[in-house]
């Protein structure tokens, strides 16, 4: 398969494709945003949580 003919059909199949709409992009984004917040939230914690459990333990 030449590269001239892979670059076609991947744009063939770009046509194909169903795009969201503005509204969903913006919705599953927000989606995405609020969860890595979160998640960035919590693994905080837990580094915080395990760093104090990793000094303790050298002061013993």
């Not at 945003?33 to 013993?60: C, N, R, V």
């Amino acid at each position: 398969m030449s590269l001239k003919h892979y670059l076609q059909e991947s744009f063939r199949e770009l046509h194909n494709v169903t795009w969201p709409t503005r509204k969903q992009a913006v919705r599953i984004t927000s989606i995405v945003f609020i969860f890595m917040m979160i998640s960035a939230f919590l693994l905080g914690i837990l580094d915080e949580l395990l760093t104090l459990g990793y000094h303790a333990l050298l002061a013993l």
